[in-house]
């Protein structure tokens, strides 16, 4: 004891350790980053500085944003294949470019199955079947956040740092944590995330991508939505880690109840996958009325069971009042709503933007009896345009950025995807994300303009 004295007054010879009437030094206060700071904040930037900053208790907000905006993406990925052919299209062909029949044998000769029809069965499928599970995963994930916000809100004075969660709180944690588990299964093997956390799995691969033109080169746009999803993911683990630091000592849930209650909430998960895998037999041969008949009968389905939570979270979304005019949307406003009309008719301000800004939105929401159509937009223009509207940038891991409403109480954030390897937005695409933004916050060009 006293060595280990001797050392401690060795390494703070600084300090007066004699007088023990030491006021005590307050914490640092947390840098903040700012939107209109040099470069965009990033995820990467992020956890690269958390062993640095001050860590609290779990941000659900944070989170929630991170999650709504993946859910909000996955509804308008699908609105998108129904109403936009070429969207379709160029969604068939990235997954017929990454179908494993693509890769030579050995022999360097091709797979049969590229000369049959069997090869665009599975593909449609496969476009088919991601869509809808991706919403109905990422709606499952979301309301298990919920769930979790709405027991640590129970619990507030009792969530504190330093102090342990209470019990209600872990047995939540432990249910979303345990949901996170189950979805991260397959892409990559068990035995190397045990060993090395799929956070940091994300982080090196995302390091290598920035780092090395060439590795950054080989990544498609495909792949970069891929790494996107298993790099939020991969966050999501990451903050229940901070709050949970160090070996689990305790069994806070047992482990056959974590599996009954996930069971019993990917019901309609697992609905959603065998319907659709059995909808993609013959696909290719089906005609369209049949397949939107069917597809008509798993929504219907999907809306009978989501309709009270629906109606709750509307409810509770017209009770706020909007600071900036930008429109909350029911997290299930997918299921039941006008695919003609945006989710939510509340009115937005009119903006007042710059010459460039001006420029960008007119290319988003360009109607053909305007002349001419524009050209490409610059992927920086576009970030300077959404920015002085109301919205916080952050650039995700892969292609992915974030864009969340400032003012937004409900937090209906959007993700929109950086393009690869150009760094401008073709016309088409352009065009996509105004419907985005018309379907999301009713937004059209008579919105904007020019200062």
């Known amino acids: 004891m006293q060595s280990l004295q001797r050392c401690i007054e060795h390494i703070l010879q600084d300090l007066p350790l004699d007088d023990l009437s030491i006021p005590k030094q307050p914490e640092p206060p947390e840098e903040l980053l700012q939107v209109n700071s040099p470069g965009w904040p990033s995820l990467t930037q992020e ?40 969207y379709f299209q160029e969604v068939a062909l990235e ?34 079947v991601d869509a809808y599970t991706n919403l109905v995963a990422w709606d499952l994930v979301s309301k298990e956040l919920d769930r979790t916000a709405l027991t640590k809100s129970n619990h507030h004075d009792q969530d504190k740092q330093g102090q342990k969660l209470p019990e209600e709180c872990a047995e939540a944690l432990a249910h979303f944590e345990h949901l996170i588990n189950q979805f991260t299964k397959g892409p990559l093997d068990e ?12 982080d090196e691969l995302e390091r290598e991508i ?40 305790t069994v806070v849930v047992e482990q056959k109840e974590l599996n009954a209650k996930f069971n019993k909430k990917i019901k309609l998960f697992s609905q959603t996958f065998t319907t659709l895998t059995g909808l993609g037999k013959g696909l290719a041969k089906k005609e369209s009325d049949t397949i939107s008949s069917e597809l008509a009968a798993l929504e219907l389905q999907s809306r009978s069971e989501n309709t009270i939570t629906a109606a709750i979270s509307h409810a509770r979304a017209r009770q706020k009042t909007k600071t ?6 029911s997290s299930s406003a997918m299921v039941g709503g006008d695919e003609d009309a945006p989710v939510d008719d509340v009115a937005t ?16 929401f360009f109607t053909p009896t305007e002349g001419e159509p524009p050209g490409e937009v610059p992927w920086s223009d576009f970030l300077s345009a959404m920015a002085p509207v109301g919205f916080s940038i952050k650039k ?44 999301r916050y009713s937004w059209t060009s008579e919105k904007f303009r020019r200062a």
């Open 191 to 202: 035995d190397q995330l045990f060993l090395c956390g799929l956070d940091n799995v994300c």
């Open 95 to 128: 997954w017929s470019d990454h179908r494993q029949e693509r890769i030579l044998t050995a022999s360097g000769k091709s797979h049969p199955v590229l000369r049959q029809d069997l090869i665009w069965e599975r593909v449609l499928s496969n476009v088919v």
């Open 47 to 86: 956890i690269e500085e958390a062993p640095y900053r001050l860590q609290y208790a779990l941000e659900i907000d944070r989170l929630r944003t991170f999650v709504i905006a993946r859910r909000n993406e996955a509804e308008d990925h699908i609105w998108s294949l129904r109403e936009d052919p070429s």
């Open 396 to 439: 995700l891991n892969g292609s992915a950025w974030i864009f969340a409403p400032v003012d937004d109480e409900w937090q209906q954030s959007i993700i929109f995807h950086e393009p690869h390897p150009s760094s401008k937005i073709s016309f088409q695409v352009a065009r996509r994300i105004g419907r985005r933004l018309w379907r």
């Open 349 to 364: 301000p009119i903006f007042e933007v710059s010459k460039r800004g001006f420029k960008v939105f007119t290319s988003l």
């Open 324 to 329: 900036r005019g930008i429109p909350s949307t």
């Open 210 to 249: 920035r780092s090395n033109k060439t590795s950054r080169e080989r990544v498609s746009p495909y792949l970069a939505s891929l790494i996107s999803d298993v790099s939020l993911f991969g966050e999501l683990k990451r903050h229940i880690a901070l709050v949970t630091p160090g070996p689990r000592m």
